[in-house]
């Protein structure tokens, strides 16, 4: 199976310029947990999460209003290519233990997103719960690792 085959196509997407509240809002109205962040070009160049919302900015007294999603985003974007199989978009989670992935088409512009629930729907419990074992490790990760951009 593909990436194409698995994933959820035409997911929820922002700009650096995104506010913070109004992504938070699109997680809301699309019930998602992330946001590819977008160039002009329709290229990922990073993601909004949940938690990276949480972590980064509310848990500081960030203004959600005024922040922008350029500001808390994670960067660089891990993307998977619509042709990847299934084992290539679980190794690529597990090495960078991620829970989620944008896919992207041959022009590197963003069609669609794969999460781990995508992946347990569609495929055989033996390699999602090592997906899950591996990306649910706990390390110095994601928020923690986050600099103030002074």
Not at 6 to 22: K, Q
Not at 113 to 138: C, F, G, K, N, Y
Request: with cysteine; hydrophobic share 35%; aromatic share 2%.
């Amino acid at each position: 199976m593909q990436a194409k085959d698995i994933m959820t196509p035409n997911p929820s997407c922002c700009t650096p310029e995104t506010s913070l509240r109004e992504c938070a809002q699109m997680m809301v109205d699309h019930d998602c947990g992330e946001i590819p962040v977008l160039d002009a070009q329709g290229k990922p160049i990073g993601v909004i999460t949940d938690r990276d919302i949480c972590c980064r900015a509310v848990a500081k007294g960030i203004d959600t209003n005024g922040a922008r999603v350029g500001e808390f985003m994670t960067t660089p974007a891990i993307t998977v290519s619509e042709d990847d199989t299934e084992e290539r978009c679980i190794g690529v989670m597990e090495e960078h233990m991620i829970r989620r992935v944008p896919v992207v088409d041959t022009q590197g512009v963003c069609c669609g997103i794969m999460a781990q629930a995508d992946l347990a729907q569609r495929l055989a419990p033996q390699p999602v719960s090592h997906m899950l074992r591996e990306v649910s490790t706990p390390t110095d990760h994601a928020s923690r690792l986050f600099h103030d951009k002074a």
